[in-house]
């Protein structure tokens, strides 16, 4: 059978395991962390619980983790997983953030994707709340009409790149390799280095060719590297950080 390549989860989190997941990217919410939860999956989702369920507290952290980590997100894979929702206030919010982000040229596709009339955050009191307050400096002029104070903006509601990097693993392969599909590819393969190519690709939504080159490199390195005294390989991060 022919390789059909994933682009899209097959079902988002939701409830507690949106939670686990939110936290295990370095959100604060008082809950275990799924410290292997798919990123784009999880800001997805975030979006969805928070624009169209009326979530602010969720709708705060996600903007605040995006201003701080937009960097080492997999545009790509976002863009592909954004395109395939549905929902209109769901699209007008990515593309807000992506016009305030727009400095991060990476974002112009996401920037695109709604077309229409700005809509409000607040399905209630938006334009009373900007008449009182002005509107979030983050989101003038862009697809969404945020007034200001509701989403909440404190660094201190999400880790730092260093803090998450220590905990989410294949957060800490896009910050040595480059927020692609190869460095997730690379993480999947150095917590279950007996994947095969076809598996490591719908794991990683990428496609089976890069796949099939990161699993033949995954292995010449491993035959190259010195055994330890326990037999094992040698801490991949050190070689990834030198080699990569």
């Not at 952290?61 to 206030?89: K, Q």
């Not at 699993?215 to 035959?223: A, M, V, W």
Request: aromatic share 8%; hydrophobic share 40%.
């Amino acid at each position: 059978m022919a390789f059909r390549r994933t682009t899209t989860a097959s079902e988002l989190p939701s409830g507690d395991d949106l939670t686990r997941a939110m936290v295990g990217i370095g959100m604060a919410f008082a809950a275990e962390a799924d410290v292997d939860a798919n990123i784009e999956d999880t800001l997805l989702a975030a979006s969805v619980e928070g624009i169209e369920r009326d979530d602010l507290r969720t709708l705060s952290l996600l903007t605040t983790w995006l201003g701080v980590h937009h960097p080492w997100v997999n545009i790509d894979r976002l863009t592909r997983a954004i395109s395939s929702h549905e929902s209109p206030r769901v699209l007008a919010f990515w593309a807000a953030v992506a016009t305030w982000l727009r400095k991060d040229r990476r974002f112009a596709r996401i920037a695109r994707l709604h077309k229409g009339p700005r809509i409000d955050l607040l399905r209630v009191g938006t334009k009373f709340q900007i008449q009182r307050r002005g509107e979030d400096d983050r989101f003038i002029e862009t697809p969404l009409r945020a007034p200001a104070g509701v989403l909440r903006k404190r660094a201190g509601d999400v880790l730092t790149p260093a803090e998450l990097a220590k905990r989410h693993r294949t957060y800490r392969h896009r910050v040595l390799i480059g927020p692609s599909y190869r460095a997730d590819m690379w993480a999947a393969l150095e917590e279950n280095p007996s994947l095969s190519a076809s598996e490591l690709a719908r794991r990683t939504y990428g496609s089976f060719a890069t796949a099939w080159q990161v699993k033949k490199d995954f292995q010449n390195l491993r035959k190259k590297l010195p055994r330890t005294k326990q037999h094992g390989l040698r801490d991949i991060k050190q070689i990834l950080a030198f080699c990569c």
